[in-house]
């Protein structure tokens, strides 16, 4: 069992920066795939960002090169710091977990409660 803990939404102006945390419990984060989705109002949840056990990543189109996802197994956290926001970027924001880097990206076994970020123009 696993529990994903968000943190670090907020409100920014469009080009401004927000660093996303989560919070893993238990002894086996490690082992697990990690990914960024978000949820905008009126759309579809989206995995905008993954990391497999090894550190390898992947991301959507529209964050790549102004988002990143990280891990610290031995914080057992995962980041994702977004530059360059933009006003389509709003969304909440949710960490997942799942055994593998293409599993998580599609069905994820774990959830967090989700952060919210707005991002004004």
């Known amino acids: 069992q696993v529990q994903l803990v968000e943190s670090g939404g907020g409100l920014v102006q469009a080009g401004g920066s927000l660093r996303l945390s989560c919070a893993a419990s238990?002894?086996?984060?490690?082992?697990?795939?990690m990914a960024w989705f978000r949820q905008a109002p009126g759309k579809e949840r989206e995995c905008i960002a993954a990391?497999?056990?090894?550190?390898?990543?992947v991301y959507t189109d529209s964050v790549k090169g102004r988002f990143t996802i990280s891990r610290d197994d031995a914080r057992n956290t995962v980041w994702l710091q977004m530059n360059k926001l933009k006003p389509e970027d709003t969304a909440v924001y949710y960490c997942a977990a799942g055994p593998a880097l293409h599993r998580v990206a599609s069905r994820p076994d774990y959830w967090g409660q989700g952060t919210q970020v707005t991002v004004s123009s």
């Open positions: 990391i497999d056990r090894y550190g390898g990543t």
């Open positions: 238990g002894r086996t984060f490690s082992t697990y795939a």
